[in-house]
């Protein structure tokens, strides 16, 4: 079947809307490898984040907790005690944050769902647990060393137990400008000021008091490996509007003044996201078309011609993408290949492109996931796939990371 298109109106737009969200949510697409360049942008534009990450609290929580850890006056024997010690108070941490009622939205609270049966038993808290999620992050922003939190604990807590003449911090203050250094290139816990009671408080905010949020955008902004970055633009730009309203594309709008070495990678991350998007419905519509599913390979194929007349301004411009192309080529020389020769069934054919579209995406999951491949696998022929959300390269975490830094409660 073929569906022609013309230039969108409102109402056709509308239809169209309603037609994609029919088809189901939409879920990033992992069976193309595309993990290594996707990351690069990420990490490039937005270092210390990561897609498991929701809010800034947890950089103004963890380190506090950690120091406080470290300089309680137990004298830990091992790893394994510094972890129990550090999941019990995050649990604490999860139910004071989840007992909070101020009337804002609770998502994104790490382990909000289980931290009721682990108050009795941390094993049945969450398997990622906040200082999984986050400790990339703080040692990134130069919150903690970028070493073992854990061992670094129980180093510090050998040394101000069997050393009576450190003298420097009472037992249980929280002296966050004068965390003890240890010898070699251990750094100092470094913390906001703010005081928690991590296991006997009652309840705590989940935004960020204007000491938390001081501390945090300080230590982001002063990060060797976040200066110049998208991410500290965005935070040094008070008068930017980071609405809802504002996706990863319409961000473009918001950028006047970005370096253009940092403006060019943003834009590459563009381009890049809108071939894959396009490709990702390409991958679909082979998975569909290969259990001979032609109701939903050809609702697959109605969303790749409406991405495509939507996106056709952008992918049209040879010129920039062969940069991304250059750009890529060192990250994932593969991939890369594989993005060129789509990109080049894109330019010639248009939207009558699919099929040649299938067939390389076909072989590229078969190259990537070898025997794991589920275009053709009958294991998979009643298995409906979301739709394919295109890559915003954690733009959603930043997004609400950097409105909660800029607005302390």
């Not at 129990?84 to 609270?109: C, F, M, N, P, W």
């Not at 928690?196 to 990060?223: H, R, W």
């Not at 890049?272 to 078309?289: E, G, R, T």
Request: aromatic residues 12%; contains cysteine.
């Amino acid at each position: 079947m073929q569906i022609g298109f013309v230039n969108f109106n409102t109402e056709e737009k509308k239809r169209v809307s309603k037609m994609m969200q029919l088809l189901s949510e939409s879920e990033a697409i992992e069976e193309l490898g595309i993990g290594r360049v996707r990351d690069d942008f990420s990490n490039t534009l937005f270092p210390g984040t990561s897609t498991l990450q929701h809010h800034a609290k947890y950089f103004a929580i963890l380190p506090s907790l950690y120091y406080h850890a470290a300089h309680c006056g137990r004298k830990f024997s091992s790893v394994q005690e510094v972890e129990r010690y550090i999941k019990e108070a995050e649990v604490q941490i999860t139910r004071q944050l989840a007992e909070h009622d101020d009337g804002t939205s609770k998502l994104g609270i790490t382990g909000i769902n289980t931290y009721k049966e682990a108050l009795t038993d941390y094993h049945k808290y969450v398997k990622y647990d906040p200082t999984y999620i986050y400790c990339s992050g703080m040692a990134t922003y130069g919150m903690i060393p970028d070493t073992s939190v854990y061992q670094l604990i129980k180093e510090i807590s050998l040394s101000d137990v069997d050393n009576p003449h450190n003298k420097r911090k009472l037992k249980g203050e929280d002296n966050t400008e004068d965390a003890q250094d240890l010898a070699g290139d251990k750094q100092s816990i470094r913390t906001s000021g703010e005081k928690y009671d991590f296991f006997n408080g009652s309840t705590m905010p989940l935004s960020l008091s204007a000491t938390e949020a001081y501390f945090v955008k300080k230590k982001i902004l002063d990060s060797p490996f976040s200066k110049g970055t998208l991410l500290t633009f965005l935070l040094d730009k008070d008068y930017l509007s980071l609405t809802d309203e504002i996706g990863y594309y319409e961000l473009e709008q918001q950028l006047d003044g970005l370096d253009k070495d940092v403006r060019g990678v943003y834009d590459k991350s563009v381009l890049f996201s809108k071939l894959i998007h396009l490709i990702d419905w390409s991958f679909n519509h082979a998975y569909y078309s290969s259990f001979g599913n032609d109701e939903q390979a050809a609702a697959c194929q109605q969303a790749f011609e409406m991405l495509y007349a939507s996106h056709r301004e952008t992918i049209c411009d040879v010129q920039n993408y062969e940069s991304l192309f250059d750009y890529i080529r060192m990250k994932d020389p593969m991939l890369t290949d594989f993005c060129e020769n789509c990109y080049r069934e894109l330019i010639a054919n248009g939207t009558n492109s699919l099929h040649q579209l299938d067939e390389l995406v076909t072989s590229r999951e078969r190259t990537v996931k070898r025997e794991r491949s589920k275009i053709g696998n009958s294991a998979y022929r009643t298995v409906k796939r979301m739709a394919p959300g295109y890559n915003e390269f954690r733009w959603t975490t930043v997004k609400t990371m950097v409105n909660e830094i800029r607005n302390p409660q």
